[in-house]
């Protein structure tokens, strides 16, 4: 029978969890929720041998049992979850043995909710060079464990960390915690109530009720309750003086030498008054640079691929129908999917890289100050700028922030930072209006005034908040404390993975949705009134048979205007009228209400469906469209006017899902939604009506 | 202002100088700094500041953890 092994990796933040974490399950991972609970985990397989595979979960990094913000929240509470369900074979706990002491207070912790636990000594180089020896063999004879010591980013001591997982793990009577710190008439209620026979587990358990959600433990009998606050001094000040004792029989410090010197260094000039703000720039200026040169040349591919696969198939399959199902529907709504995977790849990668050498830490470090400003904080700044790749993952990570006031305002106003779905609204509609030409040589024309929409976007994001934070109330936890890891040299596979996982997660999502939506689409605008439809179709038939060459052309136009999606954009252009908009570009931003990304999609199967000449482009397309006037649809100010609307509007139902998970109710997006949507048509009507 | 005071807090330390970890007035800011391992005896050196001289980085047993100049305040130092 083939054996399971379940583990959890849980460790402080910045302990190289994660690398490890890549470095046993490669790169096949999937984020998932846990059942029964709306927490996101990171879980990931590894196989072993035929007949044992290790199945691993990945908890955010926290510091203790006593969690401050929401991401350690989440991770504290699964420990205490697995603890009362003893769900778990092992807890592979990850600590940093640089900063051992500090590592050791969590893992006591954990040890004394009598978990089966391996301690993992991780960045073994980092600890040498500052002179740290530490005597594994005695560490884990006196803990009663397996200590293993790793170097999770050169690969070291996993082979060795797979052996301990797959052997038994042992039971240990060592504790931290003397169970006969608090009086026993408390514990021994407590105990009553929770059938559990452990002092550590009972009491947490007594202060969060609510993580047992099968059956939540009814507390309410309880008198005189131990005081959160002290418990939680006396806990971790009390371990910190076992682990102080531990240390002094297990390490020895040959050199003080610090390692963190040449760290140092460069935060001298990272952090610097001048060049700080000069790097950060640059470096976003790098990597937006990188995003759009790198994309181009897979975008293209990807582009070309679905050119040949939609002839072939145009040619292949018999003309009628299905045909047109397969080349104007479906075809179209895919490659529309797969055309921004390079994009949100390389994005993802690029954060993710200056995440792992330790630079986002700095960001936040020096953007502190001014973020305040605007009721934000300066962690706050690495949701933002992933905001510019996505903001539905941006928005979970708004949870590192303790403060709820400034969290709140992070989320609310992450989704108006230019996303990776805008970029291919904005691409088309810049192409329609501003030259393909370069300044002084280099500098692309249509580039530059794609970083004005992207400056838009950022300038849009920090006044909104700066007026939000009036009607929002202040929190008790009010502080901006933060580790900041020495810099290291990134691990590409990290970078990798997250690049994967992301554009998976990307084309499943987002993909159904478009996909699903392009088919509606084009059924909608394929079939409409059977009698209207039979009346246009013989209006035709003379011109038809005599060989006229427009009279296909307007043949197509004509059914797409009397088609059922006719008739629904129709109903609605009074509405976008004022903004300068027709009914094709109503019905595009009725369906990118979805997601943004869907209008490029709707706009080629509209068009598609009106000019089925396939030899030009969508661009060239709706060039030639006009209104029944005889005036061009798309003027400059139609376009930039369209362009804000985009800047704006709040066309993302994940993201409005996320937001309601993440502060708990619909209140917030809610106000978002109503906000944003009043902005974007606000913004549209000014600039339409003044320039237009 | 009296520089040779023995107490002071942690934002009146200058860049460089290191104290030793006193009271801590403030009970969400001392619990957040009791699990980094950032409790009263503990050596502290002001490592570097923010380009706008707020907030501070401050290294404590070896690793470094900024703190904004409101929250300094409640951290008392003697000074090394």
Request: with cysteine; glycine share 6%.
């Amino acid at each position: 029978m083939k054996r399971e092994i379940r583990i959890a990796l849980a460790g402080n933040p910045n302990s190289g969890k994660s690398t490890l974490f890549n470095n046993l399950t490669g790169l096949d991972q999937k984020i998932s929720n846990y059942p029964g609970t709306t927490v996101d985990l990171c879980q990931g397989t590894k196989i072993v041998d035929d007949s044992i595979s290790i199945n691993i979960i990945d908890l955010p990094g926290f510091y203790s049992l006593f969690p401050k913000g929401e991401d350690e929240k989440v991770a504290s509470d699964e420990m205490l979850r697995l603890a009362y369900y003893e769900q778990v074979d092992v807890v592979v706990y990850v600590a940093d043995a640089s900063n051992l002491r500090r590592s050791l207070m969590l893992f006591s912790q954990l040890m004394d909710l009598k978990l089966p636990i391996v301690l993992v000594l991780n960045m073994q180089d980092l600890a040498e060079a500052k002179g740290l020896k530490i005597d594994t063999a005695k560490l884990s004879e006196v803990l009663g464990i397996s200590v293993v010591p790793i170097t999770a980013r050169k690969g070291k001591g996993i082979d060795k960390l797979i052996e301990v997982l797959v052997d038994k793990i042992e039971k240990t009577t060592f504790t931290f915690y003397p169970s006969n710190f608090f009086e026993n008439s408390i514990s021994n209620t407590i105990q009553l109530i929770t059938n559990k026979t452990n002092v550590y587990l009972n009491l947490l358990l007594s202060f969060h009720p609510d993580i047992i959600q099968k059956e939540p433990i009814d507390f309410s009998g309880l008198e005189n309750k131990v005081d959160y606050e002290t418990f939680q001094t006396n806990d971790t000040l009390h371990r910190f003086k076992v682990i102080d004792e531990l240390l002094l029989f297990c390490t020895t410090t040959t050199k003080k030498k610090s390692s963190s010197d040449l760290s140092l260094k460069i935060d001298e000039i990272v952090t610097h008054k001048y060049w700080g703000f000069l790097i950060f720039i640059a470096v976003f200026f790098l990597v937006f640079q990188a995003l759009f040169n790198l994309a181009a040349f897979p975008m293209d591919w990807i582009e070309g691929i679905f050119m040949w696969i939609s002839n072939l198939l145009g040619d292949v399959i018999p003309d009628g129908l299905f045909n047109k199902f397969i080349v104007q529907g479906l075809i179209p709504g895919i490659s529309g999917i797969l055309v921004f995977v390079p994009q949100i790849a390389i994005l993802f990668g690029l954060l993710t890289i200056l995440e792992d050498i330790g630079y986002m830490s700095r960001v936040s470090f020096i953007m502190d100050k001014i973020m305040r400003n605007f009721g934000l904080n300066g962690k706050s700044v690495v949701p933002l700028v992933g905001g510019m790749a996505c903001a539905v993952g941006s928005i979970m990570a708004a949870r590192t922030i303790e403060n709820k006031k400034e969290r709140l305002l992070t989320i609310f106003v992450t989704p108006l930072m230019s996303c990776s779905a805008r970029l291919p609204v904005y691409t088309l509609l810049i192409s329609l209006i501003v030259p393909e030409k370069n300044i002084f040589g280099i500098i692309s024309l249509q580039g530059l005034m794609l970083l004005g929409m992207y400056l838009f976007g950022v300038i849009a994001t920090l006044i909104v908040a700066g007026i939000v934070q009036f009607f929002v109330k202040n929190d008790v936890k009010n502080y901006f404390i933060m580790e900041m890891p020495v810099y290291r040299v990134p691990v590409w596979k990290n970078a990798l993975a997250t690049m994967i996982s992301k554009s998976k997660a990307f084309v499943m999502n987002a993909g159904k949705i478009i996909l699903a939506v392009s088919v509606l689409l084009w059924i909608l605008g394929t079939f409409g009134p059977p009698n209207k439809f039979k009346a246009i179709e013989e209006k035709y038939t003379v011109r038809l048979d005599a060989g006229d060459s427009d009279a296909e052309a307007q043949l197509n136009a004509e059914k797409l205007e009397y088609s059922y999606l006719g008739f629904l954009g129709k109903g609605f252009e009074p509405i976008i009228k004022p903004l300068g908009f027709d009914w094709k570009i109503g019905i595009s931003i009725i369906s990118s209400f979805v997601a943004r990304e869907v209008f490029v999609g709707t706009l080629s199967t509209i068009y598609g469906l009106s000019d089925a000449d396939q030899t030009i482009t969508l661009k060239q397309k709706m060039q030639k469209d006009k209104w029944p006037d005889g005036r061009p649809i798309y003027t400059p100010v139609v376009a930039l006017s369209l362009m804000l609307f985009y800047a704006f509007a709040l066309q993302c139902f994940s993201t409005i899902a996320i937001v309601k998970r993440e502060t708990g109710g619909w209140r917030w997006p809610i106000i978002q939604f109503v906000m944003f949507s009043l902005l974007a048509y606000g913004a549209s009507f000014f600039v339409f009506q003044v320039f237009g | 202002m009296c520089q040779n005071r023995l107490v002071l807090n942690l934002s009146e330390l200058r860049k460089g100088e290191k104290g030793i970890i006193g009271k801590i007035s403030r009970a969400d800011v001392f619990l957040k700094l009791l699990d980094m391992g950032c409790v009263a005896g503990e050596e502290i050196q002001v490592q570097f500041i923010a380009p706008m001289g707020d907030p501070i980085a401050i290294l404590v047993s070896g690793y470094t953890i900024c703190i904004r100049i409101a929250e300094a305040r409640v951290i008392e130092i003697k000074k090394i």
